[in-house]
């Protein structure tokens, strides 16, 4: 596809439970970029890639929250032990350029913890 | 202090009527702004981006930054019905490890009536 892809784009998970988030960004692009939005707010910002290199972290609300670029392109983020407060739509964006100058976003995956 | 502000409306204008969004931010050292779009249940999607004083017009968007004021604007000639969306209002966090990590504001719901 031509556009950011992230799966699943519902998730529903009980309290305590690990879930996974896949980002599949557009080819080629060299930075990616994960957000948290709840509902009725703006995306917070989670971390940054520049390609396989994990260079910001700094919004990652603790440690229960991990992600990986292995290989530079597909991206996964972790939560371990999901609190109802992780509860939110996690959004994926990628850029062409290592700058945040222009994101394509993908539609994001909606994780409801119960 | 919410980094980023924005009024959250709604804002109704009448259809082909000029639509001001404002924003303003508290980081003295951002050097990008940007506008994104958010269509309810959709993601985020860029439509202008700014980086010094004054205006920058593209088709019917116009955006404005006073740095001196830490203020940022958008304007929408001849709004359309379509035009129906929040507009979200993104600074670059100076202090963020990468410096590529966004601060999005809430939001200003815009409502074009016909």
């Known amino acids: 596809g031509a556009g950011v892809s992230q799966s699943p784009r519902y998730k529903v998970a009980k309290r305590g439970q690990d879930v996974a988030l896949r980002c599949d960004p557009i080819?080629?692009?060299?930075?990616l970029f994960w957000y948290q939005q709840a509902l009725g707010q703006g995306p917070e910002f989670l971390t940054y890639f520049q390609n396989e290199a994990q260079l910001d972290k700094s919004g990652l609300p603790s440690d229960r929250f991990f992600a990986e670029r292995p290989e530079g392109s597909v991206s996964t983020l972790k939560i371990q032990r999901t609190q109802q407060e992780d509860s939110a739509v996690y959004l994926c964006?990628?850029?062409?350029?290592?700058?945040?100058?222009?994101?394509?976003f993908g539609s994001g995956t909606q994780l409801s913890v119960l | 202090q919410k980094e980023v502000e924005q009024n959250s409306g709604p804002l109704s204008v009448p259809e082909g009527a000029i639509a001001s969004l404002n924003c303003t931010y508290s980081?003295?050292?951002?050097?990008?702004f940007f506008w994104y779009r958010q269509y309810s249940g959709k993601s985020p999607e860029l439509i202008m981006s700014?980086?010094?004083?004054g205006d920058k017009e593209d088709g019917r968007f116009t955006a404005q930054l006073n740095k001196a004021s830490q203020y940022v604007s958008l304007l929408i000639r001849d709004s359309q019905p379509s035009d129906s969306a929040t507009y979200l209002c993104a600074v670059t966090a100076s202090n963020s490890n990468s410096g590529y990590a966004l601060n999005f504001g809430k939001g200003t719901s815009l409502l074009v009536t016909p």
């Open positions: 964006a990628s850029s062409p350029t290592a700058t945040n100058e222009k994101l394509f």
């Open positions: 700014i980086y010094s004083n």
């Open positions: 080819s080629g692009h060299v930075s």
């Open positions: 980081d003295r050292g951002s050097q990008s």
